[in-house]
C-alpha cells in the first residue's frame, strides 16, 4: 500500500510570491549599469569598471531569475517533466554563482596587473556615481530581502545585490582616498578588496545550490531523525529506502518504505506519518509504501 501527500499550486511557490520584486529590481539595476559604465569608461577608474562589470552580472542574473520564475509556474504539455519545471529556479541560482566568480576573478586578475603601473583616475565621478549607485542598491536589497529568505533563485539575486551594494561603498571609499592621498593605487586595492568579496559570497552560494543538484537532504533536516519519527508512528516496526531532497526553495520531497505489524490499518498509517512529514519537517509533497512486516520485495532491489 502506498500513498502521498502534495501541495503543487503556485501560491505555495516562494519565488512566484516575488516575481514582481525581481522585476523592479532589475529595471533599476539595469538602468543603473549603463550609467556607470559610462562614467567608469570616462574616468579610468578600475574600481568603477569592476563595480559595472558586476552590475553587468546582476542585470543577467535578474533577468535570468525572471525567466526561471516564470518557467517554474508553465505547466508541462508533454507530461515528461513529473515534478514540473521548478529546477528552473536553482539552475539560474547557478547562472548566478558563475557570474560572480567570472566577475570576481576578471577584477581581481586587473587590479594585480595595475600594481606598480602609472593610472590616472578621477575621484569626481567615482564619488558621485558610487553614491547614486548605494542608493539604487539599497533600494533592491529592501525590495529583494523578504523573499531571499524563501527561495533560492531570490537569495541568488539578493547576494548579487549585496556584493555590488559593498562594490558602491568601495568605489566611494575609493574615489574619497585617491581624491585625500593623490594615490590612484587605493582604487586597485579596493577593487582587489570588491573581487574577494564577490567570490567569496559565491562560493557560499554555490554550495547550496550543488546541495539542492545534488539532492542532499534539506539544511536543517537529518534524515535519521526523521526516521526516527516515523518509526513512532503507531504500527510501524521499522522504516527504510527513505529519500529526502529538495526540489526548489520550499519544496522538500520524500519517499520511504514502512515496514508494518500484522493487522495494521495502512491507511491510518498514511495519514499519520504524511502529517508529520508535513508537520514536523516541511515535508509537503512525500510518497510513502507501507509493507507488511513478512513482505520481501525489497530485498530484490540491487541498489
Known amino acids: 500500500m502506498s500513498g ?14 516575488h516575481r514582481w520584486r525581481l522585476a523592479v529590481s532589475f529595471a533599476l539595476i539595469g538602468s543603473y549599469f549603463l550609467v556607470e559604465l559610462a562614467y567608469g569608461l570616462l574616468s579610468g577608474s578600475l574600481a568603477l569598471l569592476s563595480d559595472a562589470g558586476h552590475m553587468a552580472a546582476d542585470v543577467v542574473a535578474l533577468g535570468a531569475a525572471l525567466v526561471a520564475t516564470r518557467i517554474a509556474t508553465r505547466s508541462d504539455p508533454t507530461g515528461r517533466r513529473t515534478y514540473g519545471s521548478y529546477r528552473a529556479e536553482v539552475f539560474a541560482s547557478l547562472l548566478s554563482v558563475l557570474l560572480m566568480l567570472g566577475v570576481a576573478v576578471y577584477v581581481v586578475v586587473e587590479a594585480i596587473g595595475r600594481i606598480g603601473a602609472d593610472a590616472e583616475v578621477s575621484s569626481g565621478p567615482m564619488l558621485v556615481v558610487g553614491a547614486i549607485g548605494l542608493v539604487v542598491n539599497l533600494v533592491a536589497l529592501f525590495l529583494l530581502r523578504s523573499g531571499a529568505a524563501e527561495s533560492l533563485n531570490v537569495k541568488g539575486a539578493y547576494l548579487e545585490v549585496v ?11 575609493a574615489g574619497w582616498l585617491v581624491a585625500a592621498t593623490g594615490q590612484p593605487v587605493w582604487d586597485t ?4 578588496a570588491i573581487g574577494v568579496f564577490v567570490a567569496v559570497r559565491a562560493i557560499a552560494l554555490g554550495r547550496e545550490v550543488l546541495a539542492v543538484l545534488g539532492q542532499q537532504a534539506p539544511a536543517g533536516m537529518e534524515p535519521a531523525a526523521v526516521a526516527d519519527d516515523l518509526a513512532t508512528v503507531d504500527g510501524v516496526r521499522e ?10 526553495s520550499g519544496m522538500h520531497v520524500a519517499t520511504a518504505h514502512l515496514v508494518t505489524d500484522d493487522h495494521t490499518d495502512g491507511h491510518t ?3 499519520r506519518a504524511g502529517d508529520l512529514l508535513r508537520e514536523r519537517h516541511g515535508v509537503a509533497h512525500a510518497t510513502l509504501q507501507v509493507e507488511p512486516v513478512r513482505h520481501v520485495g525489497c530485498d530484490k532491489l540491487g541498489w
Open 189 to 192: 586595492v579596493v577593487a582587489l
Open 4 to 17: 502521498h501527500s502534495h501541495n503543487h499550486g503556485v501560491g505555495s511557490h516562494a519565488a512566484g510570491r
Open 163 to 173: 556584493a555590488d551594494t559593498a562594490g558602491s561603498v568601495g568605489v566611494i571609499v
Open 239 to 248: 522504516v527504510h529506502d527513505l529519500h529526502l531532497w529538495t526540489l526548489t
Open 269 to 271: 498509517v498514511l495519514d
